[in-house]
């Protein structure tokens, strides 16, 4: 799905967010970049999704070389944006239509899917995320955890074979937690190759099987399965994911 080779990214030239990272994600695969804030998860995922470019170091996508001359061929561009979905930190980044039925018809109007195919998946996905009663609410006036199920929806009807998560379940309440838990687990047993960005060390071992643990120096200190990364206490600590409690 993704080869990074070297990948390197800095802020105006200034600030240091990845420092020659390299990978590679298989399709199916259910991935999480680990790291403390500030690390270069959040930046890692808008370099995979195309939204910016690195500063250095080769990506590609599907097999093709993902750069921002790539993307100006509009053919690819189409077909990377239809089978690639991110779902931001924060909802209000990416909700912005008038009503929520409109929000999650925006990415099947890019695809230029049949009415009727639109309706359909519309429905399916108001039904899947549970928000078919907010179907005709404004995004903006809708609480966090449901502008968050609103975006995740308007990613999902896209019917993406990869999706992006930054930071998932921060800011939703335990039983949202759970239900999305559930879902992101579902979408890898279907098959979908899912990245999450995270430092919540609890929901790991059940949302992915391996994880790529981001150093706070943007690079890649540890990669492997997510069972091993987690009894890796010496790296965690090493990489501030993890501290030692003084004794009371
Ligand atoms: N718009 C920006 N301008 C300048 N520096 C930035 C910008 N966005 C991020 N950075 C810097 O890049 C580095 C990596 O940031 P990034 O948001 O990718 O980290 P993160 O691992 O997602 O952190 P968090 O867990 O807090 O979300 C940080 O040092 C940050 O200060
Ligand atoms: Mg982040």
Redesign the pocket.
């Known amino acids: 799905m993704f080869a990074a080779r070297d990948l390197s ?4 030239d ?5 420092d020659r990272v390299s990978f590679d994600i298989h399709p199916g695969e259910q991935v999480a ?1 680990l ?12 370099i995979l999704a195309g939204l910016i470019f690195p500063s250095s170091g080769a990506l590609s996508a599907f097999g093709q070389p993902l750069t921002e001359e790539s993307l100006a061929d509009e053919q690819f561009s189409a077909d990377f944006r239809s089978r690639v979905g991110i779902v931001f ?1 924060n909802p209000d980044t990416q909700v912005f239509s008038a009503t929520v039925r409109e929000e999650v018809a925006f990415g099947c109007l890019q695809l230029r899917l049949p009415q009727e195919v639109t309706e359909q998946r519309i429905a399916d996905i108001l039904t899947l995320l549970d928000i078919g009663d907010l179907a005709d609410r404004a995004p903006f006036q809708l609480s966090g955890g449901q502008k968050k199920k609103v975006a995740l929806a308007s990613v999902l009807v896209m019917n993406p074979d990869v999706i992006l998560f ?2 998932p379940t921060a800011a939703l309440d335990p039983r949202t937690q759970h239900w999305l838990i559930d879902l992101i687990a579902q979408l890898g047993a279907s098959g979908k190759t899912v990245v999450i ?1 995270t ?1 919540d060390l609890h929901t790991l071992a059940d949302l992915t099987t391996r994880a790529i643990v ?1 150093a706070e120096d ?1 690079t890649v200190r540890s990669d492997g399965p997510t069972s091993e990364i987690l009894r890796d206490h010496a790296t965690l600590h090493d990489v501030n994911l993890v501290h030692d409690h003084a004794p009371r």
Do not use: I, M, V, W
């Open positions: 990214y800095s802020y105006l200034r600030f240091p967010a990845l970049l790291g403390a804030n500030g690390s270069g998860k959040s930046t890692l995922l808008k930190q930054d930071e960005a430092h981001f943007h």
